[in-house]
């Protein structure tokens, strides 16, 4: 690039920034707001306020989300293995490719940390980080509903609610004790049960997380000298980078917590794999914090 382009480039640049700033001094205080900026963060932990009309019951906005998100899911795996599945070839394309390396990440992710029983985790690793990823995801397109009041809001992320998150870690709880019982019965209850705080900690670490991005992304949108290009920047990168990081965590702490309770252990060696297994638990844990 020649430096008349640089120059142009950066003139460009600085009369927009300079269109924007005029724009945000010149609306700054007339633009109406139907509620405050704590009204808005408070609503957006607890949703007391913004109600969505949904069969003749008032429910919060992240039920429409996840709603939403479980349809196109649905829908999305539908179409994949009537249309694309069958055109899978050996040499695989672009689409063929994206989806066995999604796949395989989180088939490995199962195998490599129960390698004796992974075939269920494998299934249920690769929902539950579709569902978190492109649920996180889903807010970045500003859906717009109406709520009982007649304000318009924007559609949050399903796990974003404190529910929503709660049921995310509760299941995949479930899931490691149903490890547990197949391997080892009474035993694999047991060693679930020794870590009650599992779901409480999966719950609230998933939850904060994604509540944290949609509260900067609030505050950036409430102030208008602030609401022209910071909010595309703050909320696709909050966003991508939450939706990235927590698939990870929660598959990865499902995968290794699952392993470790559906081990079958034997007399002989059993305190030198148990050492490793605290060891990798421990690893996990310290990466996930």
């Given at each position: 690039?020649?430096?008349?382009?640089?120059?142009?480039?950066?003139?460009?640049?600085?009369?927009?920034?300079?269109?924007?700033?005029?724009?945000?001094?010149?609306l700054n205080g007339k633009y109406e707001k139907h509620e405050t900026i704590r009204m808005a963060m408070r609503d957006a932990v607890l949703h007391e306020d913004n109600k969505i009309s949904f069969l003749g019951m008032q429910v919060n906005p992240s039920v429409i989300s996840a709603y939403?998100?479980?349809?196109?899911?649905?829908?999305?795996?539908?179409?994949?293995?009537?249309?694309?599945?069958?055109?899978?070839?050996?040499?695989?394309?672009?689409?063929?490719?994206?989806?066995?390396?999604?796949?395989?990440?989180?088939?490995?992710?199962?195998?490599?940390?129960?390698?004796?029983?992974?075939?269920?985790?494998?299934?249920?690793?690769?929902?539950?980080?579709?569902?978190?990823?492109?649920?996180?995801?889903?807010?970045?397109?500003?859906?717009?509903?109406?709520?009982?009041?007649?304000?318009?809001?924007?559609?949050?992320?399903?796990?974003?609610?404190?529910?929503?998150?709660?049921?995310?870690?509760?299941?995949?709880?479930?899931?490691?004790?149903?490890?547990?019982?197949?391997?080892?019965?009474?035993?694999?209850?047991?060693?679930?049960?020794?870590?009650?705080?599992?779901?409480?900690?999966?719950?609230?670490?998933?939850?904060?997380?994604?509540?944290?991005?949609?509260?900067?992304?609030?505050?950036?949108?409430?102030?208008?000298?602030?609401?022209?290009?910071?909010?595309?920047?703050?909320?696709?990168?909050?966003?991508?980078?939450?939706?990235?990081?927590?698939?990870?965590?929660?598959?990865?702490?499902?995968?290794?917590?699952?392993?470790?309770?559906?081990?079958?252990?034997?007399?002989?060696?059993?305190?030198?794999?148990?050492?490793?297994?605290?060891?990798?638990?421990?690893?996990?844990?310290?990466?996930?914090a």
């Amino acid at each position: 690039m020649d430096k008349k382009k640089k120059i142009r480039m950066i003139c460009i640049f600085l009369a927009l920034a300079t269109i924007f700033l005029v724009l945000s001094l010149l609306l700054n205080g007339k633009y109406e707001k139907h509620e405050t900026i704590r009204m808005a963060m408070r609503d957006a932990v607890l949703h007391e306020d913004n109600k969505i009309s949904f069969l003749g019951m008032q429910v919060n906005p992240s039920v429409i989300s996840a709603y939403t998100v479980t349809g196109v899911l649905l829908l999305l795996a539908l179409v994949i293995r009537i249309f694309a599945v069958p055109r899978f070839k050996l040499v695989p394309g672009k689409l063929q490719l994206l989806i066995e390396e999604w796949v395989g990440f989180f088939d490995k992710l199962a195998k490599g940390n129960s390698p004796h029983r992974h075939k269920f985790l494998g299934v249920y690793l690769f929902a539950a980080g579709s569902y978190i990823f492109v649920g996180t995801c889903f807010e970045l397109f500003g859906v717009q509903v109406m709520t009982t009041e007649g304000h318009s809001v924007a559609l949050p992320a399903p796990l974003a609610d404190i529910n929503g998150a709660i049921m995310m870690g509760c299941l995949s709880y479930l899931v490691i004790l149903s490890g547990g019982i197949a391997s080892n019965k009474l035993k694999g209850v047991g060693k679930t049960l020794k870590d009650f705080s599992l779901p409480i900690s999966m719950s609230f670490r998933l939850f904060g997380a994604l509540l944290s991005g949609m509260l900067v992304t609030e505050l950036v949108y409430y102030y208008i000298t602030l609401s022209f290009v910071l909010p595309v920047i703050v909320g696709v990168l909050f966003t991508l980078l939450h939706a990235l990081i927590q698939t990870y965590v929660l598959t990865m702490l499902t995968s290794v917590f699952y392993g470790e309770v559906s081990e079958v252990h034997t007399k002989k060696g059993k305190g030198k794999k148990l050492r490793k297994r605290r060891k990798v638990r421990k690893k996990a844990e310290t990466n996930a914090a």
